[in-house]
């Protein structure tokens, strides 16, 4: 009767041991930034491009870069959305902050902390020596080539304002926490 009770523990315990390690294995290595899954960002940010949008005339041109869906399941597209990512902060609503656009775009004093955030929680599990910078690389030649178009670079920032919410979906669809193993 001893001998099967200390069985049965001995059992309980590998169940017990398999258990921890395969949820060990399931933690993530890259967590999820909360603004991802914070449905205010997501409001402040449709708000804030809506805003945009509706101030664009050309909707034939598109300034990001398109992405399936097979490829926003890569990992590595969630470096190339953070790169796309870093831009806009340094360059565009950055700038907007010095040129009174707080006032222009409603929200955006909201959305800009929670997009440095996202950007801070994401940046650290990316290796820019491995990043490919075509979709980065796209995106600015677009920018840039928008602002020779309007002959206004600020008809270009607004169009890449009124993509804000294109570029929240990739990062949501593409930053997944991913497993350690």
């Not at 017990?16 to 395969?22: E, K, N, V």
């Not at 969630?78 to 565009?92: G, N, S």
């Not at 010095?98 to 959305?111: I, K, S, T």
């Not at 920032?157 to 926490?177: M, P, V, W």
């Amino acid at each position: 009767m001893l001998g099967k009770m200390k069985f049965a523990q001995l059992a309980v315990l590998l169940v017990w041991c398999c258990c921890c390690a395969l949820s060990a294995d399931a933690r993530p290595a890259r967590l999820r930034s909360r603004p991802l899954d914070n449905s205010d960002t997501w409001n402040n940010i449709m708000v804030m491009a809506k805003h945009a949008q509706a101030q664009d005339r050309d909707h034939e041109t598109r300034l990001i870069p398109v992405i399936s869906s097979d490829k926003l399941k890569d990992g590595d597209v969630c470096c190339v959305t953070i790169q796309i990512l870093d831009y806009y902060l340094k360059h565009i609503l950055d700038g907007q902050s010095r040129e009174g656009g707080e006032r222009q775009y409603p929200r955006l004093h909201l959305v800009k902390p929670d997009l440095h955030r996202v950007a801070r929680d994401l940046q650290p599990h990316c290796n820019s020596t491995q990043i490919d910078l075509e979709h980065l690389n796209t995106f600015t030649q677009n920018l840039k080539r928008a602002g020779e178009m309007y002959k206004n670079k600020t008809k270009a920032q607004n169009k890449a304002i009124g993509e804000t919410d294109i570029l929240f979906h990739y990062l949501y669809e593409s930053c997944r926490a991913t497993s350690a193993s």
